[in-house]
């Protein structure tokens, strides 16, 4: 059974600082890899998708890394800014030898960045 | 263009009564799921709809819960006899097949059993 787990479950750090948030699954035969953005009492955001063939991508002040064999995952923020305080959370897709299927989530990493 | 909308919002009920949460995907998106998030918790998958035809309901609970998509569009979950233990916000999402499988994520609807 696919689990995913992130760590840490809290970060708080002052604006300006780089970070990386860590995700891990325990089955590497995933579909795809994505990081997704909640605010509290809203909806996710989608950050990055990572496809299993895929390193890492990048948007703006984003990266998000892949390391399939290893069963691992980063994402990257430079130059961390209070609007970027939120949960963040990782989700992976199975691969079930289709173009579909469900997401399994992690349970977040909540990020503060004071001002 | 439009995202994925849910509705309600927020719904209040009574243990056992019967609740209906609707969600709409983004027009031409073929895929549609249904997640559960308690407090604290990521998302958990309830099911897959594949155009009009249920393709994974393996993630819901008990048979008191169903859903439908009739048209392969609008998805409605149905709860009956509700239970305390269903509070929790009720988030749908929807992809197009055939591409990166991207899921995007409406604003959920948060359910409240007293």
Redesign the interface.
């Known amino acids: 059974k696919q689990e ?1 787990t992130q760590i840490p479950a809290a970060l708080s750090v002052p604006e300006g600082e780089n970070l990386v948030l860590n995700c891990s699954f325990t089955d590497s035969a995933i ?2 890899l ?1 990081w ?1 953005r909640q605010d509290p ?6 950050l990055l ?1 990572i ?1 299993s063939s895929q390193r890492e991508q990048t948007s703006g002040r984003l990266n998000a890394s892949l390391d399939k064999s290893s069963g691992r995952s980063t994402l990257y923020i430079a130059a961390s800014q209070p609007g970027d305080s939120a949960t963040y ?1 990782c ?1 992976v ?1 199975k691969n079930y030898g289709g ?10 990493t909540k990020l503060s960045v004071k001002p | 263009g439009a995202g ?1 909308s ?1 509705t309600p919002s927020n719904k209040v009920t009574e243990k056992g009564k019967y609740v209906e949460l609707r969600c709409d995907p983004i027009s031409g998106h073929t ?1 549609l ?1 249904w ?1 559960r998030q308690s407090l ?6 309830l099911i ?1 709809f ?1 155009g009009t035809g249920a ?2 309901d393996s ?1 819901l609970p008990n048979d008191r819960f169903f859903a439908v998509r009739p048209e392969g569009s609008v998805s409605t979950l149905k709860i009956q006899r509700t239970e305390r233990g269903d509070s929790a916000v009720y ?1 749908c ?1 929807s ?1 197009i ?2 591409s ?9 609807t ?1 359910l409240t059993v007293l």
Request: proline share 4%; hydrophobic share 30%.
């Open positions: 995913v579909y795809n994505q997704f009492g809203k909806g996710l955001t989608s998708l496809q959370l989700a897709r173009s579909q299927g469900n997401l399994i989530f992690g349970k977040g | 994925v849910q895929a799921y997640y604290g918790q990521g998302p958990e998958f897959y594949q393709a994974d993630g988030l999402a992809s097949s055939g990166s499988n991207e899921q995007f994520f409406g604003p959920g948060r």
